[in-house]
């Protein structure tokens, strides 16, 4: 109990130290290394799927720009195209022509589906029945389901890993220098306190209602606890009450010291 105490407050001391300035301290050897395996893990987790469909025969890979095609040798089965985004789409298997002797691009080969086309094309990724297709598109999204589920969670650890990375410096230059956090090169600076406050608390507020959503929110919170509330302009009590009395996210805006925190739980 004492040692896992000790390891959470290392952490959070670690992710939220302040500098001599009071500005917080982002270690880009440690963001860089986080992203990296987040990537890993996100590879790791996407190659366990196509080991799923070489299963099930889904053995012919197909490069494209985006995605990769897996094919199966009957070409009745619909294609599995996975995409990099960390989803999969099914679609039916383009007409294909297959030499009747030789193998493709031999001379043999070519000369054997010249003289004898029809016997070389392959209709039937066509002509397979929508309810048949259908039956097998569910199939196969079943069998994948929770290899599709891991890898997606993975990518969405990668994303918010990489969004982790940046999100202190964004916040600085929103604090000191009036950048809005959001919005591009033509979104308007936010001038004042009140309305930097306003715009760290709205950001914090649109987060997804998830574990990385309060990832993000966990990383908001030691800004604000590490530099604004360090300066004159920080939130009081009353601030923090009345947002979380209007906030549409289910977990609640806190800026107790993770110290506080557990020295009343002690």
């Not at 099930?56 to 897996?70: F, K, L, M, T």
């Not at 890993?161 to 410096?169: C, E, F, K, Q, T």
């Not at 220098?177 to 936010?190: H, R």
């Not at 608390?201 to 604004?228: C, H, M, Q």
Request: proline share 4%; net charge negative.
């Amino acid at each position: 109990m004492v040692s896992t105490l000790l390891l959470v407050l290392t952490g959070l001391a670690l992710a939220q130290d302040p500098d001599s300035d009071g500005a917080s301290v982002v270690d880009d050897d440690d963001a860089y290394e986080i992203i990296v395996y987040d990537d890993v893990a996100a590879e790791f987790a996407r190659q366990a799927v196509v080991e799923r469909l070489d299963e099930i025969g889904y053995s012919e890979r197909i490069e494209r720009n985006g995605y990769v095609i897996y094919r199966h040798p009957d070409n009745w089965r619909g294609d599995v195209r996975m995409y990099d985004e960390g989803y999969i789409r099914i679609r039916r298997q383009p007409v294909q022509v297959e030499p009747v002797f030789g193998k493709a691009g031999t001379p043999l080969g070519t000369a054997s589906c010249v003289l004898l086309l029809p016997l070389c094309t392959r209709l039937g990724g066509q002509t397979v029945g929508r309810r048949k297709l259908q039956a097998q598109k569910t199939g196969i999204a079943q069998f994948l389901d929770p290899e599709m589920d891991v890898w997606g969670d993975r990518i969405a650890d990668r994303e918010v890993g990489s969004r982790i990375a940046v999100l202190p410096d964004e916040l600085e230059k929103l604090w000191f220098e009036g950048v809005p956090l959001e919005g591009g090169e033509e979104a308007v600076a936010v001038v004042g306190p009140d309305a930097k406050k306003a715009a760290i608390l709205a950001f914090w507020d649109s987060r997804t209602n998830t574990i990385w959503g309060n990832r993000v929110r966990l990383t908001v919170e030691g800004f604000i606890r590490a530099v604004v509330q360090n300066s004159e302009q920080g939130f009081s009590n009353d601030e923090v009450a009345a947002f979380n009395t209007t906030r549409t996210s289910e977990r609640q805006l806190d800026l107790t010291s993770p110290w506080e925190t557990v020295a009343e739980g002690l």
